[in-house]
């Protein structure tokens, strides 16, 4: 009998324990996340794409501030595309099944309100826009986008990465070595959209090089210089997921369309 009480008082506080830790996991924000939000253009649209990548602080009362990047390809109105940072405020609630609202004010003026699910205890969020406020315009597109938890722990190691542009539809995917003293290498693989052949897309390959810097708040920079081959390429990113994962998206981008993707460590 003692045994069966024993195992039964056992049971309740393992039950209890893991109740306390589901409810601890995390059904409000607090801390700083990175975010990569892209809008996705429909079919037959004008919209030559645009992305915005930064790091938000939520203060786990309803209060948030950060920081943003804000790219926008060529397009019919925007030839010569576009790319902006500042800072950003806002507000959010939160539910007790982890979905909630996310009210953002950039400070161009642009007002956007997300629906949101906070998921991996707490450490990851997933949005999609549901509405904007004058002069924000978002026919033809839907926005969504994650945000991870930031890191500021030192950058260095090396990473595969995926990098899309939208919406010419090509993708880059490769390795980044990072050396933690400011220097980044690596390779890439690009790979178009195949206009004539049906079994041979158009492919690129090569190596690159640059520097990078990061930021006290996780946001960083990568700059790979011309070659003989590129133009100079821009790169701002933000370190997430206790440094082991990168969100990353290329400023001002020539050409069409908007590129961004995320990083993993080997």
Request: glycine share 16%; aromatic share 8%; proline share 4%.
């Given at each position: 009998?003692?045994h069966v009480?024993?195992?039964?008082?056992?049971?309740?506080?393992?039950?209890?324990?893991?109740?306390?830790?589901a409810?601890?996991?995390?059904?409000?924000?607090?801390g700083s996340?990175g975010?990569?939000?892209?809008?996705?253009?429909?079919?037959?649209?004008?919209d030559g794409?645009?992305?915005v990548?930064?790091?938000?602080?939520?203060?786990?009362?309803?209060?948030?501030?950060g920081?943003?990047?804000?790219?926008?390809?060529?397009s019919a109105d925007?030839?010569?595309?576009?790319n902006?940072?500042?800072?950003?405020?806002?507000?959010?609630?939160?539910?007790?099944?982890?979905?909630?609202?996310?009210?953002?004010?950039?400070d161009?003026?642009?007002?956007?309100?997300?629906?949101?699910?906070?998921?991996?205890?707490?450490?990851?969020?997933q949005?999609a826009?549901?509405?904007?406020?004058?002069?924000?315009?978002?026919?033809?597109?839907?926005?969504?986008?994650v945000?991870?938890?930031?890191?500021?722990?030192?950058?260095?190691?090396?990473?595969?990465?995926?990098?899309?542009?939208?919406?010419?539809?090509?993708?880059?995917?490769?390795a980044?070595?990072?050396?933690?003293?400011?220097?980044v290498s690596?390779?890439?693989?690009?790979?178009?959209?195949?206009?004539?052949?049906?079994?041979?897309?158009?492919?690129?390959?090569?190596?690159?090089?640059?520097?990078?810097?990061?930021?006290p708040?996780?946001?960083?920079?990568?700059?790979?210089?011309?070659?003989?081959?590129?133009n100079?390429?821009?790169?701002?990113?933000?370190?997430?997921?206790g440094?082991?994962?990168?969100?990353v998206?290329?400023?001002?981008?020539?050409?069409?369309?908007?590129?961004?993707g995320?990083?993993r460590?080997?």
């Amino acid at each position: 009998m003692n045994h069966v009480r024993l195992l039964s008082r056992l049971t309740w506080l393992v039950l209890a324990l893991m109740l306390r830790t589901a409810s601890a996991q995390s059904t409000t924000l607090n801390g700083s996340y990175g975010f990569l939000i892209n809008a996705i253009v429909s079919q037959g649209s004008m919209d030559g794409g645009s992305a915005v990548l930064g790091v938000l602080n939520f203060d786990g009362a309803g209060n948030m501030a950060g920081t943003y990047t804000f790219e926008v390809g060529d397009s019919a109105d925007q030839p010569a595309g576009l790319n902006l940072s500042g800072a950003l405020t806002g507000t959010y609630t939160t539910n007790a099944d982890r979905t909630g609202t996310l009210n953002v004010i950039l400070d161009l003026g642009l007002s956007f309100t997300f629906g949101i699910v906070i998921t991996d205890g707490g450490k990851g969020v997933q949005l999609a826009a549901t509405g904007c406020t004058d002069p924000c315009d978002i026919r033809g597109v839907v926005i969504t986008g994650v945000a991870r938890a930031a890191s500021t722990s030192p950058l260095k190691g090396s990473y595969g990465y995926q990098l899309s542009i939208l919406p010419n539809a090509s993708v880059s995917i490769g390795a980044m070595n990072f050396d933690g003293a400011g220097n980044v290498s690596g390779t890439l693989t690009f790979v178009g959209v195949s206009r004539d052949d049906p079994h041979q897309p158009p492919v690129f390959t090569g190596n690159l090089s640059g520097t990078y810097l990061l930021n006290p708040d996780g946001s960083g920079a990568i700059t790979l210089p011309p070659t003989d081959q590129s133009n100079q390429q821009n790169y701002s990113f933000v370190a997430v997921d206790g440094g082991s994962g990168l969100l990353v998206l290329q400023t001002g981008r020539r050409g069409n369309g908007v590129q961004f993707g995320s990083a993993r460590l080997f």
